[in-house]
């Protein structure tokens, strides 16, 4: 992946089917056994595109005529046997080669949900320390400073889907288990780093409800460049080869930030100067552990933003922090209009296939916006 850049497209709304060609079609789809399969799979990614409102079996359905085709359409999502992994492979690949991406960023997703219909719905946590009824994934995105695809997800599923009557209803595999949203995160990093034909790294990791210093540890061990938020009450030991006067201080996230101000420097990453802290620490003793605390602050240096942990220079640190903002950015103007957090099926396998299918759409809406832009840049003399 290249360094992250800085660009200023904003994607809009889909204007159109052009995107989703044959060669798209061919590459995301080719694993794909039957070319009825493949048939339906383009009829849904089309559907999701031009459905007005909530993007539901239902509402896609109801685009084709007959009832034969719009029975396919749920058999095709919630109990037709096709593998969605290999499709998301594919659509990273495709992704790197067409939008040349410089991270990927793994953020959450929630879903709120009104009742226990819905596959994973759970008590969950939020943001804000107010629990919420709903699902809750991890996901996985190919971004740059211009764009950001969604391609690969994991529904965190609580110990009460793994036992029947729910587990047989859902139609939850036997490898599926219950697991922390800190274990969803390794499982999605695993997958990707297991992907064939896609880059090792760097790996931004923004998420509320994880134990940042054992993701960093994770990610260190993987040898792969990394950036991991960490809260300010995660405790933290000085590196005391780099800071030796310290003697392997430990403080909380907050107290290393605030009480080490000669660390703090002016840099340029691309958008501006700004002002950051880069301090050494430890997170073991081993060697590998060894990362530093970045903070960035306001230009008075009166309040430090968000702090991240990372094995990567503090320009190009700066760079990868501005990415999980490119992918609000991102979901909003496209993956929630492309239906990421529609499915209201019960079905494990079907919630799988249909945001496979909606982050393929969302793709397709980045290609269009793409396009267009060249379009209109390309009649400006």
Known sequence: MREPR???????????????????RDSLFGSLPRSGQRANAHRYVLGLLSVQGRKTLRSIAAQFDGAAPRQNVHHFISTSPWDWVPVRHALARYTCRKLEPDAWAILPLLIPKAGDHSVGVDEQPAPAGQAFRGQRAVGAWLASGRSAVPVHW??????????????????????????????????????????????????????????????????????????????????????????????????????????????RQRVDPGDGP???????????PARSDRMLLLGEWDPAGHQCHRVWLTNVTTVAALRLARLPGVVARDFAAVAEDVGVRDFAGRSFPGWHRHITLASVAHLVAILETRGTAAERNDGVT
């Not at 809009?12 to 989703?20: E, H, K, Y």
């Not at 994770?218 to 590196?239: I, Q």
């Not at 700004?274 to 073991?284: G, K, N, Q, R, T």
């Open 6 to 24: 800085r660009h200023t497209d904003v994607p809009g709304r889909p204007g159109g089917r052009s995107a989703l060609d044959a060669e798209l």
């Open 154 to 263: 994991q529904l965190r599923l609580s110990d009460r889907w793994m036992a029947d009557p729910l587990r047989q209803r859902a139609n939850i595999p036997r490898e599926a288990a219950a697991g922390t949203t800190e274990e969803c995160v390794r499982l999605v990093v695993t997958e990707l780093l297991g992907s064939s034909g896609t880059p090792r790294g760097p790996v931004v990791v923004d998420m509320d409800d994880v134990d940042a210093v054992s993701v960093a540890r994770f990610l260190s061990l993987a040898g792969v460049p990394f950036l991991v938020r960490a809260g300010s009450d995660v405790r933290l030991r000085l590196d005391r080869f780099k800071l030796p006067r310290y003697g392997g201080w430990e403080r909380t996230v907050r107290e290393l930030t605030d009480s080490l101000p000669r660390l």
């Open 274 to 284: 700004a002002l950051a802290s880069a301090i050494p620490v430890a997170v073991s």
